[in-house]
């Protein structure tokens, strides 16, 4: 490990709200344990945007971009399972693989990994970007808006050969947390009635979870009549505009006064949180998926919960063993069974990154790729 004048070209944060600052950066060697992946492509996510928009104010100067795919440039000392060249998908929950939860295929939920990508620095605590002497952090252990980045050997996860790299990036983070929701945590049951509320790249990839588990009723909900219709085209079997119909009441309209077996939330709002629960039949569940701002809460009347036998859940990552579920999600794609492709709405330059993040504050687009 060391810096040994290698640079790469990065999107920089220096402060919440500023626009990112393109610019050549040093980039270190990996260390033990560590590879340098070479990105191909990299999608934006809405965690990036709680990152700039100081929802969630990282530690800056940051590298941000979690959903990224590219190939092995290097690879550290003691480092056996990646030879250079081989195609992988990021992970932002590189595993430890001796904690509890690594043990029974949680990597999501990694002891090690809550305390290091958590604060955007490598296991050892310290960061392998810098510029004049300043260190620079790593957004979620990946930093993907980059031509280099380091990351732990285990948050870089061997993909089939011949996988789109640009599909590879969305499956990185969107598509593994939604399709994960829904097959993961919920374990959607065949005619179950779902209710999806938010139909950006996450709850798109809900919408297709639920799909693919052979849900019955599947309700979309969003605020855009374009997200909508882009969820019909994945399956949603009924939609609904909440800026102009209230959730609740259509919900129990469609389901003849039932209400649905399970609700996803893939926004991050109290009020889109407490619909969730809202929309809910007996023994439904509530997933939470979107990220809240830091500090936000919900409310839930126990009486109800309790009365109708309610449960809500959190669903971190999709519940994914990323080593297991990024080969299968591409393997569903590859067979036509999945349509990532239609994931990906929008092509930039990095020099543009920030075009990007005006598009999602907007709401305009599903996922923009970021090639490299
Ligand atoms: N009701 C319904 N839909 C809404 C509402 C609302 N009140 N407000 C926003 N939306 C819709 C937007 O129109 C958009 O289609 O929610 C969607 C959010 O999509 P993106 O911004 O693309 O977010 P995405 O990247 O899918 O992430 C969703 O999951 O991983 C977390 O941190 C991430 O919290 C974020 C969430
Ligand atoms: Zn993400």
Same mark, same amino acid.
């Given at each position: ?14 402060? $919440? +709200? ?37 929802g ?6 940051i590298?941000?971009?979690h959903?990224?795919? %590219? ?6 000392p003691?480092?056996?399972?990646h ?17 509890r ?6 990597? +999501?939920?990694?002891e ?21 002497g ?14 280099y ?14 996988s789109?790299?640009?599909v ?5 983070c ?15 049951a ?8 938010g ?17 019955g ?8 009549e374009?997200k ?9 079997t009924?939609? $609904? ?10 919900v129990?309209e469609?389901?003849g006064?039932?209400g ?7 926004? %991050?709002?109290?009020?889109t949180i ?37 449960s809500?859940?959190?669903? +971190?990552?999709g519940?994914? +063993?990323?080593?297991?579920?990024f ?13 990532l ?6 092509r930039?330059?990095l ?14 687009g ?7």
């Amino acid at each position: 490990m060391g810096f040994e004048g290698r640079t790469t070209r990065a999107a920089v944060m220096y402060g $919440v +709200n500023e626009p990112l600052i393109v610019e050549e950066i040093e980039i270190a060697e990996p260390g033990p344990g560590e590879v340098m992946v070479k990105l191909a492509a990299s999608s934006v996510c809405h965690s990036d945007l709680h990152a700039l928009d100081g929802g969630w104010p990282p530690q800056v100067p940051i590298v941000l971009g979690h959903e990224g795919a %590219g190939t092995i440039e290097a690879v550290g000392p003691g480092v056996t399972r990646h030879a250079v060249g081989d195609p992988v998908s990021l992970s932002w929950t590189p595993g430890c693989e001796r904690c509890r939860f690594c043990l029974v295929g949680r990597p +999501n939920l990694c002891e090690r990994m809550m305390a290091t990508t958590g604060s955007n620095v490598m296991v050892d605590g310290t960061t392998r970007l810098r510029k004049g002497g300043q260190e620079i952090y790593t957004y979620m252990g990946t930093g993907s808006f980059s031509g280099y980045t380091v990351v732990p050997e285990t948050g870089a996860i061997p993909i089939p050969a011949g996988s789109h790299l640009d599909v590879a990036a969305v499956v990185g983070c969107a598509v593994t947390t939604g399709f994960g929701a829904a097959t993961k945590t919920a374990r959607i049951a065949v005619g179950d009635t779902a209710v999806v509320i938010g139909l950006g790249g996450v709850g798109l990839s809900v919408i297709q979870g639920c799909v693919a588990q052979s849900a019955g009723m599947v309700i979309a909900v969003d605020v855009h009549e374009d997200k909508l219709a882009t969820a019909k085209h994945f399956g949603a079997t009924h939609v $609904v505009n909440a800026r102009e119909t209230d959730v609740s009441a259509a919900v129990a309209e469609l389901t003849g006064g039932r209400g649905a077996d399970v609700a996803f939330e893939a926004i %991050g709002l109290k009020a889109t949180i407490e619909q969730t629960i809202g929309v809910l039949g007996p023994r439904g569940t509530a997933v939470l998926v979107g990220m809240p701002p830091s500090g936000v809460t919900f409310e839930a009347d126990p009486t109800l919960v309790a009365m109708m036998e309610l449960s809500i859940v959190g669903s +971190n990552y999709g519940s994914a +063993n990323p080593p297991v579920d990024f080969p299968r999600i591409l393997g569903l794609a590859q067979l036509g069974r999945l349509d990532l492709a239609s994931l990906i709405t929008r092509r930039i330059a990095l020099e543009d990154i920030n075009e990007a993040f005006e598009d999602m504050k907007r709401g305009e687009g599903i996922r923009t790729v970021v090639s490299h």
